[in-house]
């Protein structure tokens, strides 16, 4: 039996820890967590905010990928964006999902991420 999803993995190419940790520490807000020593030695960085657990891990031949994203729930999604964006990362607004308000942005190594917010009323 299914209890929830314990977290999603990205991929990111050698070497992008520091654009990584700038990125979802400095500009998304999330917290850094340390890596068990056994997984740290692979590279890669992990980051969570409330129930989001996000882990990077570290792909020779890295190459972002088009379609696939995690999708995050955030409050004060229009000020969330406009947050995103004053701080020089792309914001694209998508209406297609019923019920709810969203936008797309990406990571500094092009990982595709949806936001999302349920529509009020």
Not at 1 to 10: A, E, N, R, S
Not at 94 to 99: A, E, K, R, T
Request: glycine share 14%.
């Amino acid at each position: 039996m299914i209890t929830g999803l314990d977290h999603v993995q990205l991929a990111a190419p050698p070497g992008s820890e520091a654009a990584l940790r700038a990125f979802y520490t400095g500009v998304l807000g999330m917290a850094e967590l340390a890596k068990p020593p056994v997984l740290a030695g692979r590279g890669g960085c992990w980051f969570s905010a409330g129930d989001a657990v996000l882990h990077l891990g570290i792909e020779e031949g890295f190459r972002p990928a088009r379609k696939a994203h995690p999708g995050i729930r955030v409050t004060g999604i229009h000020a969330f964006a406009e947050s995103l964006r004053g701080k020089g990362a792309k914001v694209v607004w998508d209406g297609d999902l019923p019920g709810h308000e969203r936008f797309y942005s990406e990571d500094p190594v092009g990982n595709r991420l949806e936001f999302l917010e349920p529509a009020a009323g």
